[in-house]
């Protein structure tokens, strides 16, 4: 059984940081990553990376402050998020797939999520 476990979300002020993990079990998957869906928005790309560690894509709106990396030993997905702002606040979704995808269409598999409340 394929389960993806969030955690790590909280309240934080705006230039704050958090790191968010994603717990994995059931298989491996070539791209394992995470979007974000906030109150009345789509849910939207923030990060993803294969499952070697050795290539990461990220969204535009979190280039640059938001790091994804991977521990094949623990399993787990970590989102690093620095330079918080108000509107990073949304829930936060792990999303595993067998193929690169910006597109929540294109995920096989996701988490139940953790919410991230960026405070100004």
């Known amino acids: 059984q394929v389960q993806l476990v969030e955690s790590g979300g909280g309240l934080v002020q705006a230039g704050g940081s958090l790191r968010l993990s994603c717990a994995t079990s059931?298989?491996?998957?070539?791209?394992t990553g995470w979007f974000r869906q906030a109150p009345g928005q789509e849910r939207e790309f923030v990060a993803t990376?294969?499952?070697?560690?050795?290539?990461?894509f990220y969204g535009d709106s979190v280039k640059g402050r938001f790091t994804i990396s991977r521990d094949n030993a623990k399993n787990t997905v970590y989102l690093q998020l620095n330079s918080l702002k108000p509107e990073d606040t949304a829930v936060y979704y792990c999303?595993?797939?067998?193929?690169?995808?910006?597109?929540?269409?294109?995920?096989?598999?996701w988490g139940r999520g953790t919410q991230v409340t960026v405070s100004s």
């Open positions: 990376i294969t499952w070697s560690g050795g290539s990461a």
């Open positions: 059931g298989r491996t998957f070539s791209y």
């Open positions: 999303a595993a797939s067998r193929s690169r995808t910006y597109l929540p269409r294109g995920v096989d598999y």
